[in-house]
C-alpha cells in the first residue's frame, strides 16, 4: 500500500524568503514521487518528478525536490518565494507499472509581502 | 506534454437531477483514466478506474450506481452523477496515462454543484 503525508497544512513565508515543503511516502515498491501545484478553482499542474534518475530533480518556476530514499521523503524547496507561488501544493506517489495517484492532503503555500 | 481535456469546467444543478462530465484525452490514446473528488480544502480522492471496453473498477465507500462511469472509446470516459445531492458538491478531477509512462495527465476539473 501506499500513502503519502504531508506536514503543515498551511505554510507562511515572506516574499524572497526559502519555500520548504515537507512530503513523506511510504511504498512497497520504488516509487515515482510528483509535485502538483493547484490554483484556485483550477486543475493540477505538475511541477516535477522523481523517476529513479537524478535524486535532486529540477522543476518549473524555480522549484526543486530531492528524493531521499533513506528518509523516504520527497521535500520541495525553492530558494526565493514570489506571490506568485501562493498556492496549493500537492505531493503525489504512484506505482511503476500504472498511472494511479496517491495523493498528500497539500500544503497551502502563503507569500507575504 | 499530453492534453486532457475536461468539460464542463462549472456545472449548477438541481437536487435530484443528473450531470455528466466528460474527460477527454487530445492527443493520444488512454486504456485507463481516473477519476478524483476533492472536497473543499481536502485533498483528491480517487474514486474509480475507468477502463476502455470493460466496467470500472470503484474504491471502496464510493456508490457506482450513484457515479456512473462509460470508458466507450480510446479517448473519451465520461462520469455521470446521477440524483445529485448537495453533498455530491465538489471538484470532479480526471488523470489519464500513457501505457509504459510514469507520468498521468489531469483535466481543468469540473466545479459541481447542487443546489
Known amino acids: 500500500a501506499q500513502s503519502v503525508t504531508q506536514l503543515g497544512s498551511h505554510v507562511s513565508v515572506s516574499e524572497g524568503a526559502l519555500v520548504l515543503l515537507r512530503c513523506n511516502y511510504s511504498?512497497?515498491?520504488?516509487?515515482?514521487l510528483f509535485w502538483y501545484v493547484q490554483y484556485p478553482n483550477q486543475g493540477l499542474q505538475l511541477l516535477l518528478k522523481?523517476?529513479?534518475?537524478?535524486?535532486l530533480v529540477k522543476g518549473i518556476n524555480g522549484f526543486e525536490a530531492e528524493f531521499k530514499k533513506s528518509e523516504t521523503s520527497f521535500h520541495l524547496t525553492k530558494p526565493s518565494a514570489h506571490m506568485s507561488d501562493a498556492a496549493e501544493y500537492f505531493c503525489?506517489?504512484?506505482?511503476?507499472?500504472?498511472?494511479?495517484?496517491?495523493f498528500g492532503t497539500g500544503t497551502s503555500l502563503t507569500v507575504i509581502p | 506534454g499530453a492534453v486532457v481535456s475536461q468539460h464542463p469546467s462549472r456545472v449548477i444543478c438541481k437536487s435530484g437531477t443528473s450531470v455528466k462530465i466528460e474527460c477527454r484525452s487530445l492527443?493520444?490514446?488512454?486504456?485507463?483514466m481516473f477519476w478524483y473528488r476533492q472536497f473543499p480544502k481536502q485533498s483528491l480522492m480517487l474514486m474509480a478506474t475507468?477502463?476502455?471496453?470493460?466496467?470500472?473498477?470503484?474504491e471502496q465507500g464510493v456508490e457506482k450506481d450513484k457515479f456512473l462511469i462509460n470508458h466507450a472509446s480510446l479517448t473519451l470516459s465520461t462520469l455521470t452523477v446521477t440524483s445529485a445531492h448537495p453533498e455530491d458538491s465538489s471538484f470532479y478531477i480526471c488523470?489519464?496515462?500513457?501505457?509504459?509512462?510514469?507520468?498521468?495527465?489531469f483535466g481543468q476539473g469540473t466545479r459541481l454543484t447542487v443546489v
Open positions: 475507468s477502463n476502455e471496453g470493460s466496467k470500472a473498477t470503484y
Open positions: 522523481y523517476t529513479s534518475a537524478a535524486t
Open positions: 511504498s512497497s515498491v520504488p516509487p515515482y
Open positions: 492527443d493520444f490514446q488512454a486504456t485507463t
Open positions: 488523470s489519464a496515462g500513457i501505457g509504459g509512462q510514469s507520468e498521468a495527465f
Open positions: 503525489a506517489v504512484s506505482e511503476f507499472t500504472g498511472n494511479q495517484f496517491y
